[in-house]
C-alpha cells in the first residue's frame, strides 16, 4: 500500500495539484464523518476512522461497526480500538480526540437501553464509560454538549442512532428534552436548553401547526465559553427550517444569530465570530457564506460571493485563517466533489481535487468529502468513494501549496 500511495503522490504532484493518496482499503469500507471533530492527533501520526462491511441501506440497532486509527508512519495500518452500535453515515459515533489530551479518543455507543459515551487512552488501553453520548467537547475537555440522538433519528435520517426511540415524539416541542451539558470528569448531566423554551423564544419563521422541534450540530466556541446548536422544526409535510443560536455553557444568554428560518453548515472563526451559511439575508433568495458577529440578528459581511461554494463543510486552517477549507456536493454530469481552499485576503479558490462519486451513494448513505485539516495544517482527510472498493479515508498534502500561495 505504501508504494501505491507514492505513485500516487507523484501523479498528483504531475498534475499541479496537491498530492493525495487513499489510506485505507477495502474490501471493509471506511470513513470518519462530520468536518468539526479533531480526527488527526497532536502529532499528525494517527488518523482516526470507523470501519463497515456493508453500504447503502440505513442502519439498524443490530449493526455493529469498528472503531479504529490509521498509523500514517507505519505503512497506513489499521489499528483497533474498539466497537460501536451507536452510529450513522454522516457523522459516525462522534469519534474525536480529547481536546487537551495526547492520547485519548472518546466516541459515542449504546448499552443498557441508553446511549453512553466511551473514553479511551490509546496508549495505555485504560477505558471508561459516561452514561450520556456526546457531541461537542469543550477545548479543555472537561464538558460535552448533546442534543437527542433519539429525538434526531425520528425527524432527520441519517443524523440520529438506531436502537433507542424518542421518548417525547408526541410532543412537538418537550419541556424535558433539549440540550444538555455533560462533566466527562463524572458523568453528571444538566437539561441547560429545552425545546420548548427555544420554541417560544423570538419569532418562528413560516410558523405552522404541527410543527416538529429538536436540535442538531452543536460546537464550543473556541475558548470554550460558548456554543452553537441548530434549532430545527420540521413539517409535517417533512420540509425543515433552522435557526441558529448561541448560548453560554450554562444555556444562559441565548442570542439568535442566524434568526430567518436559514441556516446551515458553520464554524467559529474566533471566539467572537461565526462563519455560516444562509440565505434571504440581502435582498435575495440565494446561499452564501456569511460572516456573523456573535450577537442577535449578527450578520456583518458575505465571504467569497461567486468563488467559495455556497454549500461546503467550512473550516479555517489552524495556522493560518486567512484560508478558510471547504468542498462541494456532486456536480455536472460527472458528479465530482471538489474540496478546495479559500484565500480570504484575495478571494482566490484553489481546488484540492476531483473526486467522483457514483449515483449509488445518495441521500442517508451518500458520502460527502466533509474535509477535515490535520493541526499543523498540513493534511486534509476528506472521506471519497475509491474506485472498485467505496467508501475510504483519503489524504491531501497541501502543506506545499499554501507555503507557496501566502508567501509575499
Known sequence: MRNLGILILLIGTSLGQPPHRFVTSGPRHHWFGYYDK???????????????????????????????????????????????????????????????????????????????????????????????????????????VTPDFGRIADV???????????????????????????????????????????????EIPNQQPGIKHYFNHLLFSPNGKRFIALHRWRY???????????????????????????????????????????????????WGNFLFADRPNGILKEVGKGVLDPSGHLSYLPQDQNWILSDTYPKGTERNQTPHLFHVPTERRVDLGDFHLPKV???????????????????????????????????IDIRGLTQSLSAP
Not at 424518542?166 to 458523568?187: K, Q
Not at 451513494?361 to 476528506?382: F, K
Request: charged share 25%; with cysteine; net charge negative.
Open 38 to 144: 479533531q480526527q488527526f492527533d497532536p502529532t499528525g501520526r494517527y488518523l482516526l476512522g470507523m470501519e463497515v462491511p456493508f453500504e447503502h441501506r440505513s442502519p439498524t440497532k443490530e449493526d455493529s461497526i469498528e472503531v479504529g486509527m490509521v498509523d500514517l508512519e507505519d505503512g497506513d495500518k489499521w489499528i483497533h480500538l474498539g466497537q460501536t452500535t451507536a452510529w450513522n453515515w454522516q457523522q459516525g459515533c462522534m469519534l474525536q480526540w480529547l481536546p487537551g489530551s495526547q492520547s485519548t479518543v472518546l466516541w459515542n455507543d449504546r448499552e443498557g437501553g441508553r446511549f453512553v459515551c466511551r473514553i479511551l487512552d490509546v496508549k495505555t488501553a485504560v477505558s471508561r464509560t459516561i452514561p450520556w453520548p456526546i457531541y461537542s467537547v469543550s477545548p479543555d475537555g472537561q464538558y460535552g
Open 236 to 286: 409535517p409535510d417533512g420540509k425543515r427550517l433552522t435557526r441558529l443560536i448561541t448560548a453560554n455553557t450554562d444555556g444562559s444568554d441565548i442570542r439568535l444569530v442566524v434568526p430567518n428560518g436559514y441556516a446551515s453548515h458553520f464554524i467559529w472563526r474566533d471566539p467572537k465570530h461565526i462563519l455560516s451559511q444562509s440565505k434571504s439575508l440581502v435582498g435575495n433568495d440565494k
Open 156 to 202: 432527520r435520517p441519517g443524523y440520529g442512532y438506531a436502537g433507542i426511540r424518542d421518548r417525547n415524539a408526541s410532543e412537538l416541542a418537550p419541556e424535558s428534552n433539549g440540550i444538555w451539558l455533560v462533566d466527562l470528569n463524572s458523568g453528571q448531566a444538566e437539561l441547560i436548553i429545552s425545546l420548548k423554551q427555544i420554541s417560544e423564544m423570538g
Open 361 to 395: 451513494y445518495t441521500g442517508e448513505w451518500r458520502v460527502d468529502t466533509h474535509p477535515r485539516v490535520s493541526r499543523d495544517g498540513r493534511w486534509v482527510c476528506i472521506d471519497a468513494v475509491k474506485p472498485g472498493e467505496g467508501r475510504q479515508l483519503c489524504v
